[in-house]
Nanobody
Framework: QVPLVESGGGLVQAGGSLRLSCAAS??????MGWYRQVPGKQRELVAT??????TNYADSMEGRFTISGNAKNTVYLEMNSLKPEDTAVYYC?????????WGKGTLVTVSS
């Protein structure tokens, strides 16, 4: 099991910002990303980044969220203009040609 360690979640007011971080120790990938899940709903894509720097965002988050990192063993998610509907558990993911490994998740709560 590859350890993906997430950090940076927490409680923030609507309109505020948070930065999530994820690091993998001792492993290297060609893509990493962030997904989120609200209880009772399916996990959904937030954004991914490849080791070549190619990024992909969910339509509803592009412009507010920015993914960065080397995508080999670190990835970050800068979240701005947060809305209550962004409240979810955010998961870091990593892999080669797909996301084979997942972190345990970090909770982001946006209060109105």
């Amino acid at each position: 099991q590859v350890p993906l360690v997430e950090s940076g979640g927490g409680l923030v007011q609507a309109g505020g910002s948070l930065r999530l971080s994820c690091a993998a120790s001792g492993f290297f990938f060609n893509a990493m990303g962030w997904y989120r899940q609200v209880p009772g709903k399916q996990r959904e894509l937030v954004a991914t980044i490849s080791s070549s720097g190619t990024t992909n965002y969910a339509d509803s988050m592009e412009g507010r969220f920015t993914i960065s990192g080397n995508a080999k063993n670190t990835v970050y998610l800068e979240m701005n203009s947060l809305k209550p509907e962004d409240t979810a558990v955010y998961y870091c993911a990593a892999g080669w040609g797909g996301m084979q490994y997942w972190g345990k998740g970090t909770l982001v709560t946006v209060s109105s």
